[in-house]
Nanobody
Framework: QVQLVESGGGLVQAGGSLRLSCAAS????????MGWYRQAPGKQRERVAL???????NYAESVKGRFTISRDSAKNTVYLQMNSLKPEDTGVYYC?????????????WGQGTQVTVSS
């Protein structure tokens, strides 16, 4: 069974930093892209950052220059370093990964971790 387990969320003051981690485990043959999404109360889930197998990254305009996505392929783990946090960054952050499981490429989601930024 494949799982994505996130950690690192919490409460922080505006201007502070947090680092999220997401570890993929289970019968994974290979990992394609991994990324982070977030959902604020009353809003749709939005993409925050993506990282491809090649290491190419892509960020939402709202987080460029403040957030950094990285991955440790040996550990099947993706990270999101969040600096200069703003109250509008508050939400549930979800890890996402495109994984090759057996012979199928499938999309998986983590359970989410809460990030709250106080003003």
């Amino acid at each position: 069974q494949v799982q994505l387990v996130e950690s690192g969320g919490g409460l922080v003051q505006a201007g502070g930093s947090l680092r999220l981690s997401c570890a993929a485990s289970g019968s994974i043959r290979s990992i394609n892209a991994m990324g982070w999404y977030r959902q604020a109360p009353g809003k749709q889930r939005e993409r925050v950052a993506l990282i491809a197998t090649s290491g190419t990254t892509n960020y939402a305009e709202s987080v460029k220059g403040r957030f950094t996505i990285s991955r440790d392929s040996a550990k099947n783990t993706v990270y999101l370093q969040m600096n200069s946090l703003k109250p509008e960054d508050t939400g549930v952050y979800y890890c996402n990964a495109l994984l090759l499981v057996q012979s199928s490429m499938k999309n998986y989601w983590g359970q989410g971790t809460q990030v709250t930024v106080s003003s």
